[in-house]
């Protein structure tokens, strides 16, 4: 037989140091008995790559496991690091600016919010105070003894596919724009930031970039964080000020051609109604959105978000007729939109994030009601989750991806500050 290629040779390496990262990710604190039955690779092959994740500072060990019956020793318990690498993940909002750093357990170590200028802001001067958030968080980060590998910011816009470049975001008033410049080494000399006290500047290496669309890495949020309730086949919609949507099938994200599938926000629900903001007229954000919700049950949307949205609520548990006539009239819209969803896909399940969830038991009725009247299978209707992460799914999302590059590709992190 032919020897095998050393690039070949090496990537097996790459995926079987990622499978021993993940099975004790998913198995909690394990030996390499453990970790190699739950592999089906041999004992000495899990201790060679034990040791390899060990000199990268990935994995630690914490002492010897519970004697479980057998032959032998006792094994010695292997756990993922609580220092080393992190993802740090950003989130640019309307009205708002969110960084947080997550470690290779999956943790929220460090975390800063910010205001934002809001709909038609300038694009440099919201990343110039996206990055001073990034570099603050990755301080906090390194003195915590961990040291980002990758940012990933959450953008409510289009994203074309591969690229750093946010297409179109009605909502923000931007067009073409490429965020990765003004972003550049951002998060990078943590150590000299960190003795210093102030946020980071330009120097050291840059860290890799990952932009994406902000329902496309909540719904990854719900995949990777609530995986014993949320099925590999769903979709993933949620509001904020618009209305995103994104499809997993098979555990993968469907991004279509340009990147841009899921853009649910803008599927006309009425071809007659209010001009959007995308340029279209009835477009389901008209009816569903959260300032569209607020400015249907006769609250003022531009006073502070979070009292408006509690207000609504109030009011709706309540029972004021008015508010509850938006959302059932919200949750109709949102209904029309997914049963087209529905017949187009067959989803083993629906998951209402953001907004959506905070006022799900009021939308839920009619929503329901339009799935079965409107889907081509009403015996088999998707099961309707709500999502558990809240207003944070977006950011966790960002977060978890630039941390996931580490356990995916472990080759790639050698170990630094923390390490």
């Known amino acids: 037989m032919a020897a095998q290629a050393p690039g070949s040779q090496r990537e097996i390496r790459r995926r079987n140091l990622s499978r021993v990262l993940y099975a ?83 943790q929220v170590r460090a975390r800063g919010e910010t205001g934002s200028a809001g709909r038609n802001s300038e694009p440099g001067v919201v ?62 000399d943590t150590r000299s930031a960190a003795e210093t006290g102030t946020p980071t500047e330009a120097a050291g290496k840059p860290l890799p970039l990952i932009v994406d669309n902000e329902a496309n890495l909540g719904a990854l949020a719900e995949l990777w964080l609530d995986s014993g309730r949320v099925p590999r086949d769903f979709v993933h919609v949620s509001a904020e000020v618009g209305i995103g949507a994104a499809v997993v099938l098979d555990g993968e994200l469907l991004r279509g051609n340009r990147g841009f599938a899921g853009e649910i926000g803008h599927m006309p629900v009425r071809p007659d109604g209010p001009r959007c903001a995308c340029g279209g007229q009835g477009c389901l954000e008209q009816y569903a959105g959260e300032r569209a919700l607020l400015h249907a049950a006769g609250i003022a949307a531009d006073g502070p978000r979070d009292a408006a949205l509690a207000a609504l609520r109030d009011r709706a548990a309540s029972g004021d007729e008015r508010a509850l006539r938006a959302l059932e009239e919200a949750g109709t819209a949102l209904g029309l939109a997914l049963a087209g969803a529905v017949n187009l896909l067959d989803p083993r399940a629906l998951v209402l994030g953001g907004v959506l969830a905070r006022f799900a038991p009021w939308l839920r009725p009619s929503l329901e009601r339009e799935l079965r009247e409107r889907t081509a299978a009403p015996g088999a209707l998707p099961e309707l989750l709500v999502s558990g992460l809240g207003a944070d799914g977006p950011l966790l999302g960002a977060a978890h991806a630039a941390v996931r590059g580490v356990l995916d590709d472990p080759l790639s992190y050698r170990a630094g500050i923390g390490g």
Do not use: F, Y
Request: proline share 8%; aromatic share 0%.
């Open 24 to 106: 004790v990710a998913e198995q909690g604190p394990s030996s390499r008995a453990a970790v190699a039955a739950r592999l089906g690779l041999t004992r000495t092959a899990v201790s060679t790559l034990v040791d390899e994740l060990l000199g990268r500072g990935l994995l630690t060990e914490q002492g010897p496991t519970p004697p479980d019956g057998g032959p032998g020793r006792p094994g010695t318990a292997l756990a993922l690091t609580h220092r080393g690498p992190c993802g740090l993940g950003a989130e640019i909002g309307v009205d708002h600016l969110a960084v947080c750093a997550v470690d290779v357990r999956g």
């Open 127 to 188: 990343l110039a105070r996206l990055r001073r958030l990034v570099d603050e968080v990755a301080v906090q980060a390194c003195e915590l003894g961990l040291s980002p590998a990758a940012v990933a910011v959450a953008v409510p816009g289009l994203v074309a596919r591969g690229t750093s470049t946010v297409v179109h975001a009605p909502n923000l008033g931007w067009h073409d724009t490429d965020i990765a410049p003004a972003l550049a080494k951002m998060g990078t």
